[in-house]
């Protein structure tokens, strides 16, 4: 993936970056959901790869990957283990950063004027980012992004396994 290179003040090294672990993170999200530990660690492994490619021009966390942002959001908690893995593996701190209000009414106002066209922007960054995910990490984590996890996680179920 040749435009990690660019993206990032250190080229992300994916094995490192994959074989990174925490169990703190792992224990804090089955805490804080209904699932097993081994599909905490699943999930903690599938937001490390959303990480190197959250930058990607035109990627994106779409609905259906959501279960991700969970995890993604479990781990900043871990702020200094956050701010450590950013640093070293990136060069830099990995920000966060949530749709704007603007970039929201922005979306919402083309809905309104053009669905078509908005349709067709959505299918366009849907597309990018699977071209990047399978690019970067094969046929299986396709899969797992775009087959397995929107039903496994859906909106709903994430909702569902939601401790309270």
Sequence with gaps: MEALKTLYKKEPDLQAILSYQDENIISRFVDSFDVTWEQAEDVFQETKKFLVMGRLPGVFMFDDILILDEMWHNFICFTREY?????????????????????????KELAAQNPEKAQQSYLESLKVTMEYCYD?????????????????????????????
Excluded: C, D
């Excluded at 950013?86 to 922005?106: D, I, M, Q, R």
């Excluded at 970067?136 to 309270?164: C, D």
């Design 83 to 107: 701010a450590a893995f950013g640093e070293a593996y990136f060069g830099e701190f990995l920000h966060h950063l949530p749709n704007t209000k603007a970039e929201k009414e922005s979306v």
């Design 136 to 164: 970067a990490f094969g046929e299986e984590t396709v899969t797992k992004w775009f087959q397995v996890y929107p039903i496994m996680y859906s909106k709903e179920n994430i909702k569902l396994l939601r401790k309270h």
